[in-house]
């Protein structure tokens, strides 16, 4: 995802740039034509294409609409994550308890709350379509490793490791069933923002819709130097340019914004929240008296 407040120049146009060098080729042998040739009958009434630009720019504002929805709904369910699995460190810290006093328990904690990094970067790496095994390695055992190994889906494994672990914690008496159904019931929503994400991720955007905004769009462009040549005479290219810039842009924008999770500079930032998720449950580990080998400043995703 882009990060900083200032997009550059470049990185915008750089997106259009074929569809501008077309814009320009065509307005300039339009321009050609009518100034050398003298063939003023090609030009047509202003009104044609303002009519037809009005519909457009209504038709593109509701999709923009609907795309930010999806963009804002993915970052809404992430900062869900964010808090629940904030929760689900707490609830394994502070309410689970060796009964004899004992020190047993404390790797048990340990590894859950690892475990809980590794599932945040699992979804995120899965929604994307990368491989991330290579980073719930970091963070798992090697018996665990070979458990997620076999699901398509590796971060339903994991939870599924978190629920069995949860039930052993109850048979040993480290949380009575209180508190069990209180860290069960973390568990769900975790699970329940993952369907989320999934739902957001598998559900197309309708391709008709997009298809006939992208040939309405193209109509338009093609009728608009032909109501500009008259008016504006050598300044219509520079003016086609901007114009179709414009509604080339909010296009884009649009397309970006409506798959949040496809590995894109406008995506959900998906794998910076899990790093921030990483930074504050190591941390809370720590003052839980986590051993100091176990390093809670080391990222693995910078």
Not at 51 to 76: H, K, M
Not at 110 to 115: E, F, L, V
Not at 155 to 181: C, E, S, T
């Amino acid at each position: 995802m882009l990060l900083k407040k200032n997009i550059p120049i470049r990185y915008i146009f750089g997106k259009i740039k074929y569809e501008i060098l077309f814009v320009t080729v065509y307005g300039v042998a339009i321009e050609v034509v009518y100034q050398n040739f003298h063939i003023t009958n090609i030009s047509i009434p202003m009104t044609v294409p303002t009519v037809l630009g009005t519909i457009i720019s209504l038709l593109l504002a509701f999709r923009s609409n609907q795309a930010y929805d999806r963009w804002w709904e993915a970052r809404i369910i992430w900062g869900a994550i964010v808090n629940d699995s904030r929760t689900l460190a707490r609830q394994i810290i502070h309410l689970m308890e060796e009964p004899y006093g004992t020190e047993s328990i404390d790797g048990f904690k340990h590894r859950m709350i690892k475990r809980q990094i590794a599932w945040c970067y699992a979804l995120g790496k899965g929604l994307r379509k990368d491989d991330p095994m290579p980073l719930i390695r970091k963070f798992v055992t090697d018996e665990e490793y070979e458990f997620v190994k076999d699901y398509d889906n590796k971060h339903v494994g994991l939870l599924q490791l978190h629920a069995r672990d949860l039930k052993n914690a109850l048979k040993q008496g480290w949380v009575n069933p209180y508190q069990q159904i209180e860290i069960d019931g973390t568990l769900t929503k975790l699970c329940d923002s993952m369907g989320k994400c999934e739902r957001i991720k598998n559900t197309v955007f309708p391709s008709t819709y997009s298809l006939y905004i992208h040939l309405a769009l193209h109509f338009f462009i093609l009728l608009l130097p032909f109501g500009l040549v008259q008016l504006f005479g050598f300044l219509m290219v520079p003016v086609l340019i901007v114009i179709t810039a414009c509604f080339f842009l909010i296009e884009k924008m649009a397309i970006h914004l409506q798959d949040p999770f496809e590995n894109k500079p406008t995506d959900t930032p998906v794998l910076t929240i899990s790093r921030n998720i990483e930074r504050d449950l190591r941390q809370m580990m720590r003052d839980d008296q986590v051993p100091s080998a176990y390093e809670p400043d080391k990222f693995y995703i910078l």
